[in-house]
C-alpha cells in the first residue's frame, strides 16, 4: 500500500475501520508489543496435553514460541523457547515427554520448570578457559512467564506487573469461561491447522460479527443451527477488548423473516443428521462464543469446544490452530457427537471453510486502499450490548479499545 498514506482514524470513530491498520508493518509490531507480549494473558494450551510430569507442548503469543511443560511436581510452566546462552531454539519437536531439556547447540541443560542445571566445560579444560568464577546458574535459567490454569485452560504472560486472569477477563467473561471450563478433567479430541493470508485481526473481528453467520454460511442457515432470527445476545466486555456471543433456541422453526435466506439454501441436503442435530448439554441451553483478546477464541457449536488460537504471522497471515476437546467423565455417546460435529470446523469444515476464502479476498481488497475505510454500522452506532446478531456492536466496541490501546 501507498506508505504516505496518513495514520490518522477517520473523523466517524469507530464505526469506520481504516484498512491501512491490516497492512502497516510498523504498526503491527507495535500490536505485538502492545498486546501479545505487553499485560495480556494469551491462550497456549489445554492441561490435557500435558498430562504427565515431563510432557512438554510448544505454542506461540505472537510471533514468539514458548514450550508448555508439566513439572515433576505437577505445576505447569511456560517459558521461551529460546536458550539463555546464545539464543537457540532449545525444544524442536511440537510435543514430547523428557526428563530435562538439553539445548543442541551448546548442550546447556534446563530442568523441566526451565531452571539451568548444568553447562558443558563450565570449569574449562585442563585449568583453561570455562566459565568465570562469579559465574551463576541460577541467573541464567531461560525466560519464565506468569502462568494461570482455569479449569484445564493454560494461560500465560510475559508481565509481571500486569493484571491478574480474572481482572483482565472481567466477571461476566470468567464466569462463561468457568462455564465450559468447570474443572471437569478434560479429553483432548483433535487438531487441525491452516495459514490465512490476512491480517490477524481479520478473524478477531469474523468472531465478533454474528450478523455474516447468517448470509456467508450456507449450512448454518440450512439446518437451523445459526439464523438472523435466532434469539441472541451480542456483548461488548471489558471495555470492547473481548466479545460474547449467545444464541438460545437453536435450530427453531423459520420465520418469515428469513424465508429468502431459507429459499435460496433449500437445494442442500445431508444424509447424515447426526452432524446437524446436537443435544442439550447446558442447563441454560445457551451456544456461546467467546472472543478473549489477543490470542483464542473458545467455541461451543452444537456439541463442539473448541479453542481457536489466532497466531500472527506478518502483516498479512496469521495461523488458526483449533484443538478440540470434552470432558473425560462424559458418555461415550456425548464424545461420539463432538467429533461428528467438529466436521464443522476447520479448514475443511462445513461451515469455517468460507471464512478462510473470505478473509483471503477482504485482506485483497485492503492492500492497495490505505485511504479508504470500511463501515461498521449494522445495528446502529453505539457500543452498548444488543439483543440481537444482526449487528456490528463487537467489532465497533473493539476498535474504540484498541484506538485507545494504540493511541490513536
Known amino acids: 500500500m501507498d506508505m504516505d498514506t496518513p495514520r490518522v482514524w477517520p473523523a466517524e470513530g469507530w464505526t469506520r475501520v481504516p484498512y491501512w491498520i491490516y497492512t502497516d508493518p510498523a504498526l503491527y509490531k507495535r500490536e505485538l508489543d502492545t498486546f501479545f507480549y505487553g499485560k495480556a494473558w494469551n491462550y497456549v494450551a489445554l492441561d490435557c496435553e500435558v498430562p504427565n510430569p515431563g510432557d512438554y507442548k510448544r505454542a506461540w503469543i505472537g510471533e514468539r514460541q514458548v514450550v508448555v511443560v508439566r513439572a515433576k511436581d505437577r505445576s505447569i510452566h511456560v517459558w521461551e523457547n ?8 532449545v525444544v524442536w519437536q511440537n510435543k514430547g ?3 530435562s531439556f538439553t ?8 530442568a523441566l520448570d526451565g531452571k539451568l542445571q548444568g553447562v558443558p566445560l563450565k570449569r574449562g579444560v585442563a585449568g583453561k578457559g570455562g566459565m568465570p568464577s562469579d559465574f551463576s546458574n ?6 519464565s512467564l506468569r502462568v494461570h490454569v482455569e479449569g484445564g485452560s493454560v494461560w500465560a504472560t510475559f508481565a509481571s506487573d500486569g493484571p ?4 483482565y477477563c472481567g466477571p461476566e467473561m470468567l464466569s462463561l469461561i468457568r462455564r465450559v471450563f468447570p474443572g471437569r478433567p478434560l479429553k483432548l479430541l483433535g487438531y487441525s491447522r491452516q495459514l490465512i493470508p490476512s491480517n490477524w485481526k481479520m478473524y478477531v473481528e469474523n468472531l465478533k460479527d454474528p450478523y455474516h453467520a ?6 448454518l442457515i440450512t439446518f437451523g443451527l445459526w439464523r438472523a432470527d435466532t434469539q441472541s445476545e451480542s456483548v461488548p466486555v471489558a471495555g470492547g477488548k ?3 456471543m449467545v444464541s438460545r433456541n437453536v435450530g427453531k422453526k423459520a420465520s418469515a423473516e428469513t424465508a429468502e435466506i431459507q429459499r435460496n439454501k433449500s437445494q442442500l441436503e445431508l444424509e447424515d443428521a447426526d452432524t446437524v442435530t446436537p443435544i442439550r448439554e447446558f442447563d441454560d441451553g445457551k451456544v456461546i462464543g467467546l472472543t478473549i483478546f489477543p490470542s483464542v477464541v473458545m467455541h461451543q457449536q452444537a456439541n463442539t469446544l473448541g479453542m481457536r488460537h489466532i497466531i500472527p504471522k506478518g502483516p498479512g497471515a496469521f495461523e488458526l490452530s483449533w484443538t478440540y476437546y470434552g470432558y473425560a467423565d462424559e458418555p461415550a455417546e456425548l464424545t461420539r457427537l463432538r467429533l461428528r460435529h467438529a466436521n464443522l470446523y476447520g479448514p475443511a469444515g462445513y461451515v469455517a471453510m468460507e471464512d478462510g476464502e473470505v478473509l483471503s479476498e477482504a485482506q485483497l481488497g485492503a492492500a492497495e486502499y490505505g485511504h479508504r475505510s470500511a463501515v461498521v454500522e449494522m445495528g446502529g452506532k453505539d457500543v452498548e450490548p444488543q439483543d440481537h446478531m444482526v449487528t456490528e456492536v463487537l467489532i465497533r466496541a473493539f476498535y474504540k479499545y484498541y484506538r485507545e490501546a494504540m493511541g490513536l
Do not use: K, M
Open 97 to 99: 515427554r523428557v526428563d
Open 164 to 167: 491478574t486472569f480474572e481482572d
Open 242 to 244: 473481548h466479545g460474547i
Open 138 to 143: 541460577a541467573n541464567h535459567g531461560l525466560c
Open 214 to 219: 447468517t448470509l456467508l454460511h450456507s449450512f
Open 82 to 89: 529460546r536458550c539463555a546462552h546464545r539464543g537457540a531454539r
Open 103 to 110: 539445548c543442541p547447540y551448546h548442550q546447556w541443560n534446563f
